[in-house]
């Protein structure tokens, strides 16, 4: 019955779109026009040298700085054919682009990656495969667009390679195959060796290597990848034995480099030691039915929480808790079983012990939470590994900070079924020093599991997390040595982004990225199931900064910053305001280099429809706005912040905070004290161990941001929330203006320009923009480029629910369907000076659209689904 509903609601939006209309940009188009920002981009890449990090700590070529905006590109989209490379060279070109991100080709063989075909190990590379890499990186150098290469990003080692065969039981980077590498020899070697055979690599086609060609800005150690990321993240904890025994040496190692002697590190190790103390749970025998114990649902999650007499046989009478879920919620903490009314102290220990079972292999996450407002989480004790059997579970974690009105928290996993708990109970203490049977002299000191680190004291804490640190920064010492002083690379190096390592590690390496995806895809059963995902249909205009704050908040005082991948997945109908927040925010932080994940991953680039979640290249409204993004970006049209706020976290702070962090967020400003929105008003930056924040820098305090509007100290931006779930943020520069966001109905006066957004059909949502291709916007002559975006779907998209957040596999045909905005510009010029255009599909003059004098004489243009177009040429004589 509910799918049936689904069926119908969808097919009754489908019906009902009037207002939708065809809209494809041709995969192989450069034609010249309004819609053309080649001129931007001097061919080719590399004429006046290496890419390299000025005095001033931004990206140069020679003495010129240089602002890289660009898309990646993955599988077989790496190796497209020689024709095809020549016509997408020229459209990258044409749309603002002069940086290549070559991501994910070791993962596949030729012709989806550059792994020989037919070939059993993943050391061989594929002649054909490299043929046309070079083919495709030659078309590119030859319009002025750099190369970025990424050496580690989804390689499946093997036992052809010479590694254990226990490294084939482990699943791709996120799992473990990948992590093997920051203390493994042999894996660190295969790594140095595929450096070497690419980047060695003579290129037929430009007559240099890779490691040689100026054009080549950038080469990337491994993606999305750390250590202690890792160890956070607990994939360390599930290695096979023969790499935990290995990290296990390297770490006995050190202790007695560190320590000497088994007595002198039971002594420095006691010192945190907690005894465990009174029991703190009420009814955590549920003798007494389930008082004391709430469970808590958020639609459309459905439970119960039932009392019986199941119970392990090792407590003979006992009561148990079965919780059963029977549908599921949207978000982890949607279905919840936990008792309020806890007290917990700041660096104190907590033990919780239980028996717990579950009618299927489940994974339940165990932790201690604020009752309110902000919502902390002050502990995260584990994961309970259920199985249909009863196991006894022993967890400990530390609080974090203090609270008077607290939780213990289960939060069963988001899948249907049953769990069990009995006897539960959560006591203070439970923290230990050295173990007893741990020698240093016997090399049998363990291994600190994340899952198990509350039950280690502080100082123990801090002597694994010193070890991780410096484990992990000898690997990217190692391949930086390998790349620059071996291979005599002569582009800049990033190890991987500030999140999955720290800013003090990746800041010795020299460049800083970061990657973010607006609502990432959510798998609520099986890990990228392309039947049951999520793409939440929201706009970030509401979010408060969202992605922007995000990573502004990771910027390195003095260093290059880059974000390399970000994104807004589709089926998200917002995602025309991607490209253009990041790009003004980018200018406002004076980033160096943004990127758009991705272009393509497949190499059938004529599709003429929306391919999933990821791809651009023929998706009309990211496409089209990417446009005016480029040319806020590229040309510096947004004005850097006039005041920088800095604070600092030396390696000794950065060490401290470690065990607190999460495996994605490690380290940023937020740890120090400035508030998300701050990065909206002003420039930001953490100054590194070695670094002295600058005199005129404001602190984090003289720099806290209120309210709901957020007006950058430029007066260029303005990120406005006052009005509730309808947020808009406005560009008003000499170059640029925009609206985007929920500004229908309402009149924008952006310095001599007025924007005013009529109704959509997401509630006034759209991002309009108004760009001088030619001249500015306040004199004559001028060339001027409108974009207006909004809703956006394929033909008979196979919408599943009301809310448009997912379409399981069925992500229609072509061609792709766009929503005409509708909006009144006035312009500061005499109307009889004013002639406009809609466009076609390949930016050329469609038809003319009729300029009005307003009352006082200003041209006045109309817009809206009538052109059937996203996009405007404007002549000013």
Not at 150 to 162: E, K, S, W
């Amino acid at each position: 019955m509910r799918i049936g509903l689904c069926l119908l609601l969808a097919t009754t939006v489908r019906a009902a779109t009037p207002d939708l209309f065809p809209f494809v940009l041709p995969w192989d188009d450069a034609t010249p026009g309004i819609t053309d920002l080649s001129g931007l981009t001097p061919a080719p890449a590399g004429q006046l040298g290496p890419v390299h990090t000025g005095p001033d700590g931004h990206l140069y070529v020679g003495d010129q700085r240089l602002r890289l905006f660009g898309v990646d590109q993955a599988f077989s989209a790496d190796f497209p054919t020689h024709e095809q490379a020549e016509k997408i060279a020229g459209r990258l070109a044409k749309f603002g682009v002069n940086i290549m991100r070559f991501h994910i080709f070791d993962m596949q063989r030729y012709p989806n990656g550059l792994l020989a075909r037919n070939g059993k190990n993943t050391r061989d590379l594929d002649p054909e495969g490299f043929d046309r890499l070079d083919y495709y990186s030659a078309q590119l150098r030859a319009k002025g667009i750099y190369t970025y290469l990424c050496l580690l990003n989804y390689r499946p080692f093997n036992a052809a390679d010479g590694m254990p065969k226990e490294i084939e039981t482990l699943g791709g980077p996120f799992q473990g195959r990948h992590v093997v590498g920051f203390w493994d020899a042999t894996e660190l070697e295969l790594q140095k060796e595929y450096a070497r055979n690419l980047l060695s690599h003579r290129n037929a086609y430009t007559g240099l290597t890779y490691a040689e060609d100026p054009a080549v800005a950038f080469v990337e150690i491994n993606n999305e990848n750390g250590l202690i990321h890792s160890w956070l993240g607990r994939t360390v904890d599930s290695l096979p034995a023969v790499f935990q025994d290995e990290l296990r040496g390297q770490w006995n190692a050190w202790l007695r480099r560190s320590y000497g002697t088994t007595e002198a590190l039971r002594t420095a190790w006691a010192k945190g030691a907690q005894p465990v103390g009174d029991e703190l749970l009420t009814n955590g025998d549920f003798a007494h039915g389930t008082d004391g114990w709430t469970l808590e649902l958020h639609d459309p999650a459905k439970a119960t929480a039932t009392v019986g007499d199941d119970a392990p046989a090792e407590l003979p009478g006992a009561r148990s808790v079965c919780v059963s879920v029977s549908a599921l919620g949207t978000e982890y903490w949607h279905v919840r079983f936990e008792q309020f009314q806890r007290k917990f102290a700041a660096e104190r220990g907590y033990r919780v012990t239980l028996w717990a079972k579950a009618e299927r292999p489940a994974a339940v996450r165990v932790s201690l939470e604020q009752s309110h407002q902000p919502w902390h989480e002050l502990g995260m004790l584990g994961t309970l590994d259920l199985t249909p059997q009863w196991q006894r579970f022993s967890l400990v974690t530390r609080a974090t900070e203090s609270d008077d009105d607290a939780r213990l928290v289960f939060d069963p996993p988001m899948q249907t079924g049953r769990l069990w708990l009995a006897g539960v109970s959560l006591r203070p203490g439970g923290v230990e020093g050295l173990a007893d049977g741990e020698s240093l002299e016997a090399g049998s000191v363990a291994s600190l599991p994340y899952a198990g680190i509350g039950r280690r004291s502080a100082e123990a804490i801090t002597d694994w997390c010193r070890f991780l640190w410096e484990t992990e920064d000898a690997y990217w010492q190692a391949m930086d040595r390998c790349l620059r002083d071996e291979l005599k690379v002569r582009g800049l190096v990033i190890g991987t982004i500030v999140g999955c390592s720290t800013p003090n590690l990746m800041a010795k390496i020299g460049v800083i990225d970061g990657h973010a995806y607006w609502q990432h895809p959510q798998f609520p059963g099986r890990p990228w199931d392309q039947d049951n995902w999520i793409v939440h249909n929201l706009s970030m205009v509401n979010a408060r900064g969202g992605l922007i704050t995000e990573l502004a908040l990771k910027r390195v005082l003095n260093l290059p910053f880059c974000t390399t991948e970000y994104g807004e997945p589709a089926p998200n109908t917002h995602v025309s305001e991607d490209h253009l927040l990041r790009a003004a925010y980018g200018c406002l932080q004076d980033w160096d280099y943004i990127s758009a994940s991705r272009f393509a991953q497949r190499n059938d680039f004529d599709r003429r429809s929306i391919r999933g979640w990821f791809d651009i290249d023929q998706h009309p409204t990211s496409m089209a706005s990417l446009l005016p993004a480029a040319a806020i970006f590229r040309r510096g049209d947004v004005a850097p912040a006039k005041q920088e706020v800095v604070a600092s976290l030396d390696k000794a702070t950065e060490l401290a905070l470690l065990p607190r962090m999460h495996a994605w967020d490690l380290g940023d400003l937020g740890a120090r004290g400035i508030s998300p929105e701050t990065a909206l008003v002003h420039r930001v930056a953490l100054a590194v161990e070695g670094q002295t924040v600058p005199r005129d820098a404001l602190t984090p305090d003289q720099a806290r941001t209120t309210g709901d509007r957020f007006v950058s100290d430029t007066g260029e931006l303005d990120w406005d929330l006052r009005q509730a779930g309808h947020g808009v943020v406005t560009v008003n520069t000499s170059r640029s203006k925009a609206v985007i966001g929920y500004g229908g109905g309402r009149r924008f006066e952006l310095g001599g320009v007025v924007i005013a957004p009529g109704p959509t059909r997401q509630e006034g949502w759209s991002a309009i923009t108004l760009t001088a291709m030619q001249g500015d916007l306040a004199t004559a002559p001028a060339h001027l480029l409108i974009t207006a975006t909004g809703w956006v779907e394929n033909t008979n998209m196979g919408w599943k629910n009301p809310e448009h957040s997912t379409v399981g596999r069925d992500w229609g045909t072509a061609p792709t369907l766009v929503e005409g905005i509708p909006a009144r510009f006035e312009l500061p010029f005499a109307a009889n000076r004013v002639s406009a255009w809609a466009l076609d599909e390949r930016g050329q003059r469609r038809e003319p659209v009729p300029c009005q004098a307003g009352a006082d004489g200003r041209a006045a243009l109309d817009i809206g689904a009538a052109w059937r177009t996203l996009w405007y040429e404007v002549e000013v004589k």
